[in-house]
């Protein structure tokens, strides 16, 4: 493999791939795909994106809630166990929930160990100096941590909605002191969201792991979608920073509305869609 090239499919990605994958070393940027069961692991997979996130956008995303705080490791560990049973060859991160890893060190080991489990062989958490503690700890207990700032959402109701961060001076710099500081203690990639571009790039240029934006500019090492929003599978206007390649969810209502009148009108199922007797060999096929 050259210098500076992340494997080739079929050849598995890790997570020391990705911990060298800077664009000052070279690399290309780093692509990331949120995906929540088998069926989207092998869409994002047989793409070939490099990472896929379980990410807790699952809880808004798939489950019908308004916010991230309504998953727990139950509930990503159900899914993370989906994703993983598609052997993608891309690297599974899985995010941890909220509530997971606030309660002290030996129950963020403990959450942790539960998702590498379920087929994660990464975990992400949002925060950053405050975090330090715990990403060491789940480091030292052989996770590797992949961290996250700026928009972090679980942090919804601190910030009072979901803004752009770090706007200001001051807050320009704590976000730039927190990304060294996760990098320090351990994190192997830094996920940016939702911040003004110059920060992301003076932030990307102060670490030596990857940082991967979403809302983040093209300054980053790497780039992150929410499948459903990529896809074109969610309801209501999309942020800012989504670009949709798709319009699926109008495509599998039409699909489903075609499917409705050919039962109505009797069309379905025809000759070809039915089994009879006697035949000899009846067989499902
Ligand atoms: O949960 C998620 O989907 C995420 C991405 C937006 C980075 O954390």
Known sequence: MPEGALPE?????????????????????????????????????????????????????????????????PEMVHHVGAVSRARP?????????????????????SNASRLVRAGAEAVKL???????????????????????????PQ?????????????????????????????????????LEAVPDSVAARVTEAVDVPTIGIGAGSSCDGQVLVFHDLLGLREGKPAKFVRQYAQL????????SSWAADVRSGAFPSEAETYHLPAGDDRPD
């Not at 330090?132 to 700032?149: D, K, S, Y």
């Open 126 to 152: 949002e925060g950053g100096r405050r975090r330090v503690e715990v990403v060491e700890a789940v480091v030292a207990a052989e996770v590797p941590v992949m961290g996250h700032l700026g928009l972090t």
């Open 89 to 109: 060859r891309a690297l599974v991160v899985a995010d941890m929930p909220w509530m997971s890893y606030h309660l002290g060190v030996n129950d963020a080991v």
């Open 155 to 191: 942090s919804v109701h601190a910030f009072g909605g979901y803004r752009v961060q770090a706007r200001e001076a001051r807050a320009a710099e704590v976000l730039l002191e927190d990304a060294v500081a996760l990098a320090e203690a351990g994190c192997f990639a830094i996920v």
């Open 249 to 256: 969810s109008e495509l599998a209502t039409s699909a489903v």
């Open 9 to 73: 499919p079929p050849k598995p990605i890790g997570v020391p791939d990705i911990r060298l994958a800077k664009r000052s070393r070279g690399y290309r940027p780093v692509v990331m795909l949120t995906a929540y069961d088998t069926p989207g692991a092998r869409i994002a997979d047989g793409a070939g994106v490099d990472i896929i996130l379980v990410g807790d956008s699952l809880a808004n995303t798939v489950l019908g809630y308004e916010d991230t705080l309504q998953v727990g490791i």
